[in-house]
């Protein structure tokens, strides 16, 4: 796992994601989620690649309930990119590292 992925938690989601400079591509994720840990090297490669441009999070959604039900989150992965404190775009299922850099990039 890239060192450059940030573990976000419902303690820090504002500080971490909301209040960010950067652009988040926060994944909404499990440990016992198939396709979860399928794109997780996928999001290691981005989050190396647009280092300084954007930011990767992970939310564990076991562990932090109340975020995950703020945004809605019913399966999972499920990947919000957030600008600004906004969500820009949403993404349910996984998805190649191609189309998640479309993604980031219509928001930079």
């Known amino acids: 796992m890239s060192e450059k992925v940030i573990h976000a938690t419902d303690a820090d989601f504002d500080s971490t994601v909301l209040q960010s400079s950067e ?3 926060v994944d909404f994720w499990a440990e016992w989620c198939g396709p979860c840990k399928m794109i997780a ?3 290691d490669e ?3 690649t647009y280092d300084g441009k954007v930011k990767i999070a992970k939310v564990n959604v076991d562990h932090n309930r109340s ?7 019913r ?3 499920m ?3 957030f600008k600004d404190g ?4 949403t993404q349910i299922g996984a998805v190649g590292k191609a189309q ?4 980031i990039d219509k928001a930079l």
Do not use: D, N
């Open 67 to 73: 975020t995950a039900m703020k945004y809605h989150v």
């Open 86 to 89: 906004q969500v820009q775009a």
């Open 23 to 25: 652009p988040v591509l």
């Open 75 to 77: 399966s999972i992965p």
């Open 79 to 81: 990947l919000l990119l």
């Open 46 to 48: 981005l989050a190396e």
């Open 41 to 43: 090297p996928a999001l």
């Open 100 to 103: 998640l850099a479309q993604m």
